[in-house]
């Protein structure tokens, strides 16, 4: 129980980046960390004690992990990567506009 | 093939471990990708690995080198069209089973590499969908120039 | 050495890394240590029994630590001391405290860890040699058995790359007609 109080320690940390700081591009981080800890917490949900890898050998019949989180967070960590990807390039924008990472500075929109 | 910009990227030593290295790289992600069913990896680890490869030859030899050689049109037409053959393929499962992105071809022998149906197929076309976009989004970001005004 | 002492050990390592993440002044060794971060994820899924996801977050991991290192490092090198304010600051850590005191009740039913309810995946565990044809389960559940929320993946993906496109095009329609 105590890897899961972990797991949501961390996802609270991220959460702390995106509401305090100041800085655009630390926000995407905090946002990516938010990001692993929710899949590490899927994972961590799917493990069988003494149980191996789902793959399938030819004359053995061992318990397996449950396979069915694990397809979900392949889903979930190929989308975290075209999220990060157009974060990016709307504060690659946003420099071009405002000069600067500020978000206090950055308040009206610009057509 | 000559080098129009040769002092740009790294340096020498650099540019000649690159010329055996992307070889490799893009070997090992193809590997990944036919062995989908047989051991971990699948379509997107393997797509990933194949836009690495450019990747790394991107970052040895300077971007001038790798945009006067590189079609964007054609990689654009290329992932669009990958991905347009996911759909089509299942409306041929549609139309031989009445099922939607059902599995139409033969099951085949467990633990040969020809086997387990349409999967193979859908990690390569994957594979080239994945690869190419992620390789074009590392190129459009490498290549913007900040205008003035 | 039991998987749940490693397990201890990387969890602790990743939060000590995240909070210096957040806490580094310089950017491009804030961007490096959330590879390191990461990283340490992709040794997480393995001790977990989870290669296909540990070789996916490995390889997805250097690539997005490419792309933000080509994007940021140049724009902003130096070392930027932006002031923080501190009641908002405070404030903020208190009612996260109280977030993470509430959740402990919530966290007391779940299931412990190492013996999950698998009732679907019984079904798939069992049948998947003989009814996909493939030896690896994982790739037989996202496309054999869940394909058409592998397609919806797809079309994120997709979605995602052509907006980034969009923004980072070289000129706007706006400057062309300067009347």
Known sequence: ?????????????????????????????????????VNLF???????????????????????VDP??????????????????????????IYQKYDTFDITKIRRLQG | MQNNFPNEGM??????????????????????????HLSPGGGFAGGVIVAL?????????????????????????????????????????????????????????????????????????ICVKVGMGLYLVFYYLASFKPQEG | MPVDIWLYFILGFMIIGSIACLEIKNILSSIITIGVVGLSLSLAFLFLGAPDLALVQFVFEILCMVILIRAFAKRSIEVRALQRDVPETII????????????????????????????????????????????????AVILNYRIYDTLGEVTVLFTAILG????????????????
């Open chain 2, 11 to 36: 340096s020498v030593i650099v540019k000649t471990i690159t010329r055996f290295t992307v070889w490799l790289i893009f070997l090992y992600g193809l590997y990944i990708v036919i062995h989908g």
């Open chain 3, 164 to 179: 980034t496109f969009t923004i980072l095009r070289k000129t706007g329609r706006k400057k062309r007609h300067a009347e």
């Open chain 2, 53 to 125: 490869s450019y990747v790394h030859l991107t970052l040895a030899y300077g971007k001038n080198f790798v945009m006067e050689r590189v079609n964007k049109f054609a990689m654009n037409s290329i992932e669009a069209i990958a991905a347009i053959l996911i759909v089509l393929t299942g409306l041929v499962g549609l139309y031989v089973t009445g099922y939607f992105l059902a599995n139409f071809m033969g099951i085949g022998k467990l633990y040969t590499l020809i086997s387990a149906g349409y999967i193979p197929m859908l990690n390569i076309f």
């Open chain 3, 92 to 139: 903020a850590i208190v009612i996260l405290a109280s977030i993470f005191v509430l959740s402990i009740f919530a966290f007391k039913d779940m299931p412990s860890f190492g013996k999950p309810i698998v009732r679907v995946a019984e079904r798939y565990l069992a049948n998947a040699g003989v009814e996909t044809g493939s030896q690896n389960i994982v790739t």
């Open chain 1, 68 to 93: 069915i989180p694990q397809a979900l967070v392949l889903t979930s960590i190929v989308i975290e990567l075209g999220v990060t990807a157009l974060m990016a390039a709307l504060a690659i924008r």
């Open chain 1, 42 to 64: 899927l994972v961590l949900l799917a493990y069988r004690t003494g149980a191996l890898a789902p793959i399938l050998k030819k004359g053995f019949n061992v318990t397996m």
């Open chain 1, 1 to 37: 129980m105590i890897l899961y109080i972990m797991c949501f320690f961390l996802f609270l940390v991220g959460v702390y980046g995106a509401i305090t700081k100041r800085d655009l591009i630390k926000i995407i981080l905090a946002i990516g960390i938010m990001g692993y800890s």
